[in-house]
């Protein structure tokens, strides 16, 4: 058992786990409750903010009160309230205007971004910085209409449309954890970012349907140093994504690399990519597995809590997503197909979508928005609910064409 001892701030040490502050966790830049002290900067935001603290010493590691160090690594901490609270300053139909230009702007600047570092390997990395921005900008307004876009603006490049399927799901994230605009460009842009390395690793690796060789997985885990080693180039990268970027590949139980971390010892920051880029590699086709539906996505990625991911966090991801995202493709009870537009945050089992197919699975050609949060009933007086979400290109409905 641990031992509760409050102590002035200017004494904690390195290792230590602090368990309560002088004042309430939303006043201060810790955005969970407990924590282990693991850097000097970390002990230095203590000390300017707090007189004193209470350290748990069964949770500290050996030296600084006890030899057990199974607590910190458990990551089964509460997540402490949020920084930020958002709400959607903007309808989606209001918000889709703006995110359409956003959204291109910033396909533009990755496309260029990839052309670049498959030529001449140098990076535009301020007009990245930018776009991602303005993605930022449009998601913590209203994340649905940038969530439709990058779903629907797939372009069969795997690499692409990770990176930017990725960095969305991120930036949705830290919005629904309440990050600050400045650590959510950080966490879109490191997501964006983790595995621009791997453009070096052979296609035939990564195009590669069947289980990877030792030799070969070597060199996939080498993207991670592959992908540092172009973003150390640029002097205003910060060092909070470029240690995003770093760990990304751990995981809660060790099992990760590139430094096998567990529990707290993994940076925040690379939890959230973490949980983000696993997502979205779920819901795409691979050459090794097909793409999940969202639902079964969120199942698979929920049974990998307190293993692979923290518990706390993976609910939180799901909270930002939902069970339906935008631009799911959904059966209703009507037998009628749809594609979801909208959410409502505190109904996310009644979203808004626009019907691609009748109840034979036919197309329509005049597509028709329904409003699950109002319309309870069909037109036969049957309760209108969504029986299940589909895969992409389920039934042979393209989305790709909409014009959104």
Known sequence: ??????????????????????????????????????????????????????VDSGKSAAGTGSASTLGRHQGSRKLAKRREVYTDRKSFDEEIVNAREVFQDFEISVDKLFVSMRGSGSLDYRTVKASVDGIVSSIISNPDACLLLQKMRRKGDYLFDHATGTSIWAAAFGRQLGLPKSDISD????????????????????????????????????????SLNHMR???????????????????????GYPEGLTGEDIPLTSRIVAIADTYDAMSNHRAYACARSPAEAVRELYALRNTKFQEELIEEFIQAVGIYPVGTLVEL?????????????????????????????????????????????AADGTPLDIVRSLEEGAFGIATDDLFI
């Open 233 to 255: 180039t640029q002097s205003f990268i910060t060092k909070k994504v470029l240690i995003a970027v770093k760990h990304h590949h751990e995981r809660m139980d060790g099992s």
């Open 1 to 54: 058992m641990g031992k509760f001892v409050k102590i002035p701030a200017h004494e904690v040490a390195i290792g230590m786990f602090v368990a309560e502050l002088d004042r309430p966790w939303e006043e201060s830049p810790f955005l969970l409750q407990g924590f282990t002290v693991n850097t000097i900067d970390e002990r230095k935001q203590l000390m300017d903010l707090c007189d004193h603290v209470v």
């Open 333 to 377: 009870s009507s037998g009628e197909v749809g594609m979801v537009l909208a959410e409502y945050r505190g109904r996310r089992l009644r979203p808004k979508i626009v019907l691609l197919a009748d109840a034979d699975k036919q197309p329509i050609t005049d597509n028709r928005t329904v409003d699950l949060a109002s319309e309870t009933h």
């Open 187 to 226: 966490v879109c842009l490191a997501a964006l970012m983790c595995d621009v390395g791997m453009i070096s690793v052979p296609d035939d690796i990564i195009k590669k349907g069947a289980k990877l060789t030792a030799d070969e997985f070597e060199l996939v885990k080498g993207h991670v140093v592959q």
